[in-house]
């Protein structure tokens, strides 16, 4: 009768259970279908970029669909900022009460109408939002199991079938109709006083429970002492006991509970069993016989024998890991996003529209000196008295305009410590969507702007200084004389941190400067005697190098405290240019080697010297034989090459105290000084001649260069420094008259020719003033018709005793004199007297060309004279066409020269002279900064009929066509010539066929033949 009642009761306790269970189950295939679908709905909206609109009607259908349970819904940002809401309560207000107090009153009814859950909104694996619901139990189900529909059916027919078996049972026990058979009470008392079961006589509870596994609940019963009576399979799988192993053992050896701190617990079943009542559902760990330890839910409930008593007990268990993950991945995922607006730079409050504070992230906290609970419930005019205190009209919301930010009061933070500081607001309102959308309050950012206002002072202070961020700029202090402010340039140049820097003086940064000038400048700019002081010294760098500054230092007494402000300039490049500029103004360019000017000085001092010694001085005048035909036949570039290395030879054949001086084209001196006698200058003059007889290897070219060396030795040749060079000169003209080659001693005795070129060297000086130069007009023509087009300007010098000198002698004089300079001043000059002159009678000009050398292009002061020249006497400068060389065009396309900048600038235009020589490249013609480019005479002579010079002719004017220059042929002898370059298109031609030169006194009545026509000059015949 006992088992019967036991089994009577089990049945119930198992099938109440099960339907506890089964519903319990169904609740969270509910919840879970719930989460499920709202987290779905709003990751498609927010990974399709759907606006607000769209993500508040998703979450109005979510709240409507019945069969979800949800009583609010709401999708907040991960920085907190709400996007939708829907709500059940949401339009609910009660009369007569605030709207803070109505808000408190609607979140008190969704916390009593159901559980409030947060869920994540992710998409591959990134969270995109936060969902916010009330869920309460859908009013129809859509989840269907067939697991929970098993249990629910399971728990239904063992009701159905233990109420009539109890009432059957109750019935007979009252009328003593059952007795106990004697089967089995031989069986009770055999199983009392048996031993515990062994492995093969494990007893099992009905088939029917073992169907929990299926639910994924682990079962173990036991009896009165605790002791395992049976287990399902998922109960051995989960403590990692076999059944066979854990019947009979105490419960506590078998199921061993965790607490938070891994401390043991008494099991359910061992506290039902001590409390006589039911353990109730609670969650703790599970540590399985392997050490695997889980997270599960417990519970645990009687069973009792056929006379009421209790005869055991029954735990059920369940793993709920998956569970704890998820919250746990849910709370990890609130504490990052917590983190990162606690990591901002900027403050973060959330405030109602009263203006009292929500939410401070722990920027904001730290910013104000206040704890989060400090700040919460605290208002807006707490944190930023000015101006929402004592400013009326001013609000919050009036700060989320951009536009009008600028027109409102600067805002000031008030520290919990009374301490302020200036804050730059960015407010904007946090609005709940819907019918009727409404704000809820403001986000608002806060910027500490101390810094910045910092900043903006120092820009205001040091204002102009720094506009230019390659200067250095340096503010101090005008008593203690450190540092206040360095800019950024000076800091990257010096090396030194700000830090460092404002420890110092600027004498610190100049240990080379001597202070007591330093003071100087210091004091003269206080006493107000000047404006500003400049002055040079090296600032040194962190690392110990220094670099020299140019420093432009001034006072200003309108700061308080007054300060120095200093201006500083890295002159590294201007001072490397400047010794260039030294060594060019000293040095020939293209050698190297010592100019005219420096040996002038040296053989005036060499002279000096000389004469305080019993030594002697040689001085040797050196000259290339045949040098031109190198350059016309290989071409400039290479003549070049050839002087850069007769220049190496002559510095290895002196010795170390001699001087090797190059004046012009292929000429250069050598002064000897300390000579014994005047053979050790001809041994040093034969060991200079032999070695060019050494072949030399230019642009694979072998060359045999040869020299020419005159020479004279002082005092033996009693003369001063000028008079010793035109001699050694002369010597070198005799050397040359005698087959080249070799060298000559300067005599008295020197020939007629050598006579005279000495007298025109000594008279071409004067030639000027006793107005012996007579300046000449050659007409230049186009080819093709009878017009004026320019002229080209020559002089001829008119001797007393030689009569009529040719241009190109008197260009030769002159450069040997160095006179050459003057003579190009005098032409420039004669023309401009004659165009001022004849200007009122003259109704437009033509263009005048005139020769220039090339180092003349370099020499900016020449130049200039040019200018004066022409702006005196009105000459345009358009007017001037300059004749040079290619050498001279091309380097001053890459590298312009201060004269010929100056001339360009001006609107001087330039020519290529000689192309067509065989040297020139007429694939870079093109590229040079000329508008004309004059054939060469030599080409000019080979017309029509040489096939060479023709072919070169064309080439040139297609050439000049292509880029847009003009052609001049100089020198034409027969008609034919001129006919053959108007065919060609268009070039200027002049020579002995058109017309002889005209002497400038003559040239004004020349000029009335011809009529203007077009800008040019046609006869008028």
Not at 23 to 46: F, G, I, N
Not at 261 to 273: C, F, G
Not at 410 to 432: I, N, Q, S, Y
Not at 943 to 964: F, Y
Request: one cysteine or more; a negative charge; proline letters at 5%.
């Amino acid at each position: 009768m006992g088992l019967a009642w036991l089994l009577g009761a089990l049945l119930i306790a198992i099938s109440i259970s099960s339907l506890r269970q089964s519903e319990a189950l169904q609740e969270q295939l509910d919840r879970e279908h719930a989460l499920k679908t709202a987290q779905a709905a709003v990751a498609t909206v927010l990974v399709s970029g759907g606006g607000v609109a769209e993500l508040q009607g998703t979450v109005t259908q979510l709240l409507g669909d019945d069969g979800l349970g949800f009583k609010s819904v709401s999708v907040r940002a991960l920085g907190g900022i709400e996007l939708a809401r829907a709500g059940a309560y949401d339009e609910l207000a009660l009369p007569l009460l605030s709207s803070p107090v109505n808000g408190r009153f609607r979140e008190s009814l969704y916390e009593m109408a159901g559980d409030r859950v947060e869920v994540p909104v992710m998409s591959e694996g990134r969270t995109l939002a936060t969902l916010d619901l009330v869920l309460v139990e859908p009013t129809r189900r859509v989840v269907h199991d067939e697991a929970v529909a098993r249990l629910r059916w399971f728990g239904l027919i063992g009701l159905g079938l233990s109420a009539p078996l109890l009432l059957l049972l109750f019935l007979l026990l009252r009328r003593g109709a059952i007795m106990e058979p004697r089967w089995a009470h031989r069986l009770r008392t055999a199983v009392r006083d048996s031993p515990p079961a062994s492995d093969d006589t494990v007893q099992q509870l009905p088939g029917e429970i073992d169907s929990l596994s299926q639910l994924a609940y682990a079962m173990i019963s036991v009896t009165r002492d605790a002791r395992v009576r049976d287990m399902n399979p998922l109960a051995a799988q989960m403590t990692g006991w076999g059944q066979a192993d854990a019947v009979g053992r105490l419960i506590y050896s078998v199921f061993h509970p965790l607490g938070p701190d891994d401390e043991p617990l008494v099991t359910p079943v061992e506290r039902a069993l001590r409390d006589k009542a039911p353990a109730p559902p609670e969650e703790c760990r599970l540590r399985a016989r392997d050490g695997v330890v889980r997270h599960i839910e417990t519970m645990a409930t009687l069973t009792r024998d056929e006379g009421g008593g209790v005869d055991g007990a029954v735990l059920m268990f369940r793993d709920i890991g998956a569970r704890q993950k998820a919250l746990e991945d849910i709370r990890r995922q609130s504490r990052l996003t917590h983190g990162i607006i606690d990591h901002l730079v900027e403050g973060v409050l959330t405030a109602d529209a009263a203006g009292v504070i929500r939410f401070a992230n722990l920027r904001a906290m730290r910013m104000f000196g206040y704890t989060r609970d400090e700040l919460a419930g605290a208002t807006m005019t707490k944190l930023m008295p000015v101006p929402f205190l004592n400013t009326p009209g001013i609000k919050l919301g009036d700060y989320q305009s951009s536009a009008q930010r600028s027109k409102l009061p600067r805002v000031v933070g008030w520290r919990k410590d009374a301490t302020t500081f200036p804050v730059e607001l960015l407010v904007e309102p946090m609005v709940l969507p819907g019918e009727g959308s409404r704000e809820d309050g403001h986000v608002i950012i806060v910027r500490d702007i101390t810094d910045r206002l910092k900043s903006d002072n120092l820009s205001l202070r040091l204002g102009r200084l720094l506009d230019s961020a390659a200067e250095e700029v340096y503010v101090f202090d005008a008593q203690s004389l450190y540092l206040l402010d360095v800019n950024k340039s000076a800091r990257r140049n010096l090396g030194f941190r700000i830090e460092q820097l404002s420890r110092m003086t600027p004498l610190q940064l100049a240990p080379d400067m001597d202070p007591e000038a330093f003071y100087g400048h210091l004091s003269r700019l206080r006493g107000l005697q000047d404006e500003h002081v400049v002055y040079r010294t090296a600032h040194q760098r962190i690392d110990g190098s220094s670099y020299p500054v140019e420093v432009r230092l001034s006072y200003s007494r309108d700061e308080e405290p007054p300060v120095y402000m200093a201006l500083v300039s890295d002159i590294t490049e201007r001072q490397a240019a400047e010794e260039r500029l030294q060594h060019l103004a000293h040095n020939d360019v293209l050698t190297g080697l010592p100019n005219r000017s420096v040996l002038h000085d040296r053989l005036e001092q060499a002279v000096l010297l000389t004469q305080r010694s019993r030594r002697l001085l040689g001085v040797m005048f050196i000259d290339l034989d045949r040098f031109k035909a190198i350059n016309d036949n290989y071409g400039h570039e290479a003549g070049d090459h050839v002087l850069q290395m007769v220049a190496d030879r002559l510095r290895s054949s002196v010795r170390s105290s001699d001087t090797v001086a190059r004046l012009a084209g292929d000429e250069f001196v050598v002064l000897m000084p300390g000579l014994n006698d005047v053979g050790n200058a001809e041994v040093l003059a034969q060991k200079m001649v032999e070695a060019f007889r050494r072949p030399m290897s230019v642009d694979g070219y072998t060359l045999v260069i040869t020299v020419s060396i005159g020479m004279t030795v002082y005092p033996a040749d009693d003369a001063d420094a000028e008079t010793l060079l035109r001699h050694a000169d002369q010597a070198m003209f005799e050397a040359k008259k005698a087959g080249r080659a070799g060298y000559k001693m300067f005599a008295a005795d020197t020939s007629a020719e050598t006579a005279r070129r000495i007298v025109l060297e000594r008279d071409l000086n004067h030639a000027a003033t006793l107005d012996q130069l007579r300046l000449r007009y050659q007409p230049i023509y186009a080819a093709a018709r009878d017009e004026l087009v320019a002229m080209r300007l020559s002089t001829i010098w008119q001797h007393g005793e030689y009569g009529e000198i040719g241009e190109a002698e008197t260009l030769q004089l002159a450069a040997h004199i160095g006179e050459i300079e003057r003579q190009l001043l005098w032409q420039l000059q004669r023309h401009g007297q004659f165009y001022s002159a004849c200007r009122g009678n003259r109704p437009v000009e033509v263009p005048v060309i005139i020769d220039m050398l090339d180092w003349q292009l370099h020499d900016a002061g020449l130049c200039s004279h040019m200018l004066d020249v022409m702006q005196r006497y009105a000459v345009p400068p358009m007017s001037l066409i300059v004749g040079c060389s290619e050498v001279a065009l091309a380097d001053n396309a890459v590298m312009p020269q201060p004269g010929f900048s100056l001339l360009r600038g001006a609107g001087v235009r330039f020519c290529v002279n000689e192309v067509g020589n065989g040297a020139n490249a007429l694939n870079t013609l093109g590229n040079l900064p000329a508008d004309f480019v004059s054939l060469a005479p030599a080409c000019i002579a080979g017309l029509p009929a040489n096939e060479n010079a023709s072919a070169t002719a064309k080439a040139v004017m297609a050439m000049a066509k292509r880029h847009n220059k003009r052609v001049i042929a100089s020198g034409l002898t027969h008609p034919a010539q001129r006919d053959m370059l108007a065919a060609l298109g268009g070039a200027w031609v002049a020579g002995p066929v058109l017309g002889e030169p005209i002497a400038v006194d003559d040239t004004e009545q020349f000029l009335a033949q011809f009529s203007v026509v077009g800008g040019s000059r046609q006869s008028s015949k």
